[in-house]
């Protein structure tokens, strides 16, 4: 479905019913497409093993992510 802007500022509720029912809204200003409004979905977050990413997780001396940042952040003395 398409929409004007001065349709999202005057009928905001009647797109976001829509887009609730699963449809997706473009929204136009000026006749060229601007936005996309899409249904939300929420993502579960995958649970790993070694919660360290990029270069250290293979770094396989840091058993204990906690620890590991907890220890850095000592103070000296």
Known sequence: MKATAKDLRFHSKELLDTV????????????????????????????TKNELFGIWKDYDVIQDVGEYVRDLRKGRF
Do not use: C, D, S
């Open 20 to 47: 609730n029912r699963g449809e997706e809204v473009v929204i136009t200003f000026r006749g060229k497409p601007r936005a996309k409004l899409i249904p939300y979905t929420e993502k579960i977050k995958e649970i």
